[in-house]
T-cell receptor, first 116, second 114 residues
Framework: GAVVSQHPSRVICKSGTSVKIECRSL??????MFWYRQFPKKSLMLMAT?????????EQGVEKDKFLINHASLTLSTLTVTSAHPEDSSFYIC????????????FGPGTRLTVL | DAKTTQPPSMDCAEGRAANLPCNHS???????VYWYRQIHSQGPQYIIH???NNETNEMASLIITEDRKSSTLILPHATLRDTAVYYC???????????????FGKGTLLTVNP
């Protein structure tokens, strides 16, 4: 299957700071990438969908000014959590969708964010 | 997208087949059945998907009933490393990035015992 990486795998930051998470498709070009969030013992919740070169589409209840998404190339999307607070502590997971004809999403290993 | 129903947990003996059921009684003709699994503290891993016919790959087999209202994921020889939460997801076949989004339910926690 296709490989997606995330960096960093784990990050601890102070309240009020911003954190950037990178998502890369290593062996395929991802025209669309998705960002999910998962709280402990809960299922994945979709935050936003991003298409290369265009603005991201956010799910209801997700603040676009707080969770900045950039999808500047076919292999890289970034999620920046701005002015992070303890309630933003979560497991953030991205996925990539290949070019036309590839219907399957492939997920990254996730990034554990802890805001102190 | 159609909603799916899965048992919250199942147990399986190592080396035996694990059969994970999923009900999707409101599935439409243009919706795939996808299976992913998530091992603790990792991202979901794609397993298999199908539309109408049964499917098999190196990881598992997917059996879809003729009326498409339910399916079963089969891991033929479960190992301890197959312990994970297994998600059955129905997703519409459409063009356009946003229509490919997946809605995760609670899944089934499969525990493979030695």
């Amino acid at each position: 299957g296709a490989v997606v990486s995330q960096h960093p795998s784990r990050v601890i930051c102070k309240s009020g700071t911003s954190v950037k998470i990178e998502c890369r498709s290593l062996d395929f070009q991802a025209t669309t990438m998705f960002w999910y969030r998962q709280f402990p013992k809960k299922s994945l919740m979709l935050m936003a969908t991003s298409n290369e070169g265009s603005k991201a589409t956010y799910e209801q209840g997700v603040e676009k000014d707080k969770f900045l998404i950039n999808h500047a190339s076919l292999t890289l999307s970034t999620l920046t959590v701005t002015s992070a607070h303890p309630e933003d502590s979560s497991f953030y997971i991205c996925s990539g969708l290949g070019l036309v004809g590839t219907d399957t999403q492939y997920f990254g290993p996730g990034t554990r964010l802890t805001v102190l | 997208d159609a909603k799916t129903t899965q048992p919250p947990s199942m147990d399986c003996a190592e080396g035996r087949a694990a059969n994970l059921p999923c009900n999707h009684s409101t599935i439409s003709g243009n919706e795939y059945v996808y299976w992913y699994r998530q091992i603790h503290s990792q991202g979901p891993q794609y397993i298999i998907h199908g539309l109408k016919n049964n499917e098999t790959n190196e990881m598992a087999s997917l059996i879809i009933t003729e009326d498409r209202k339910s399916s079963t994921l089969i891991l033929p020889h479960a190992t301890l490393r197959d312990t994970a939460v297994y998600y059955c997801i129905v997703r519409v076949v459409h063009s356009g990035g946003s229509n490919y989004k997946l809605t995760f339910g609670k899944g089934t926690l499969l525990t493979v015992n030695p």
